[in-house]
């Protein structure tokens, strides 16, 4: 085994490495937000007593959890355009990345939702607020401070997720790391650093959402 490690490749385009990151970062925050929004609207639909708003909540999520996110990038990229839908690349990505941690933060803040007791709404309305206002004021607060070590792990997961960007061309971290493997032949020292860059990057997220909930926590 004559292999001799030598970085001086992967330094010299180093720069392209942090480009890469730097659009990883972005897809994952658009499609967070995004999937933040679906997953709300779909988590009230899941606890909703109305079949006609938690039967198409339901099957949605079951449909998106239970696919491969690489089976739907690669649908959106190339079988849409065939039905006359045609999105770029990171359009498409960011479509799909959002529908998909929409299905699973919709789990989430089901589960936060039902972790709420029932009284606080009662004591809501007893007061004079409308549904609309024990939602946004009460429940909704309450469900996020709940959810938020969950909310987490979905967080940096949906990160990670970014790298199958790199099957459509989407100039992401993993596939300017490709790029540089495939110009220079250094294969370990590429994947060395472009992993390095990941778990640094995730360990920061961590870092970050372990300390929003620091702030967020009830003091007892």
């Given at each position: 085994?004559?292999?001799?490690?030598?970085?001086?490749?992967?330094?010299?385009?180093?720069?392209?490495?942090?480009?890469?990151?730097?659009?990883?970062?972005?897809?994952?925050?658009?499609?967070?937000?995004?999937?933040?929004?679906i997953g709300l609207v779909v988590a009230f639909a899941l606890?909703?007593?109305?079949?006609?708003?938690?039967?198409?909540?339901?099957?949605?999520?079951?449909?998106?959890?239970?696919?491969?996110?690489?089976?739907?990038?690669?649908?959106?990229?190339?079988?849409?355009?065939?039905?006359?839908?045609?999105?770029?690349?990171?359009?498409?990505?960011?479509?799909?990345?959002?529908?998909?941690?929409?299905?699973?933060?919709?789990?989430?803040?089901?589960?936060?939702?039902?972790?709420?007791?029932?009284?606080?709404?009662?004591?809501?309305?007893?007061?004079?607020?409308?549904?609309?206002?024990?939602?946004?004021?009460?429940?909704?607060?309450?469900?996020?401070?709940?959810?938020?070590?969950?909310?987490?792990?979905?967080?940096?997961?949906?990160?990670?997720?970014?790298?199958?960007?790199?099957?459509?061309?989407?100039?992401?971290?993993?596939?300017?790391?490709?790029?540089?493997?495939?110009?220079?032949?250094?294969?370990?020292?590429?994947?060395?650093?472009?992993?390095?860059?990941?778990?640094?990057?995730?360990?920061?997220?961590?870092?970050?959402?372990?300390?929003?909930?620091?702030?967020?926590?009830?003091?007892?």
């Amino acid at each position: 085994m004559g292999y001799t490690l030598n970085f001086a490749a992967v330094w010299r385009n180093f720069d392209q490495l942090l480009e890469g990151l730097a659009l990883s970062l972005g897809l994952a925050f658009v499609s967070i937000l995004v999937g933040v929004l679906i997953g709300l609207v779909v988590a009230f639909a899941l606890i909703s007593k109305h079949r006609i708003a938690s039967w198409p909540a339901t099957s949605y999520v079951t449909v998106i959890r239970n696919l491969p996110i690489l089976v739907l990038v690669l649908f959106a990229y190339f079988a849409l355009p065939q039905m006359g839908v045609r999105l770029g690349k990171i359009e498409s990505f960011v479509a799909v990345l959002s529908i998909y941690s929409g299905a699973y933060l919709a789990e989430v803040f089901r589960g936060g939702l039902l972790s709420i007791p029932k009284g606080l709404s009662e004591a809501g309305l007893a007061i004079g607020l409308t549904p609309m206002q024990i939602r946004t004021s009460i429940i909704m607060p309450l469900m996020l401070r709940n959810v938020l070590p969950s909310l987490s792990s979905t967080v940096i997961s949906l990160f990670k997720d970014t790298s199958l960007a790199a099957a459509i061309a989407v100039p992401e971290l993993t596939f300017e790391a490709r790029k540089i493997n495939v110009e220079s032949f250094r294969v370990i020292e590429t994947w060395i650093v472009a992993s390095g860059l990941y778990v640094v990057t995730c360990t920061a997220l961590a870092a970050l959402m372990r300390l929003a909930e620091r702030r967020l926590a009830v003091v007892r």
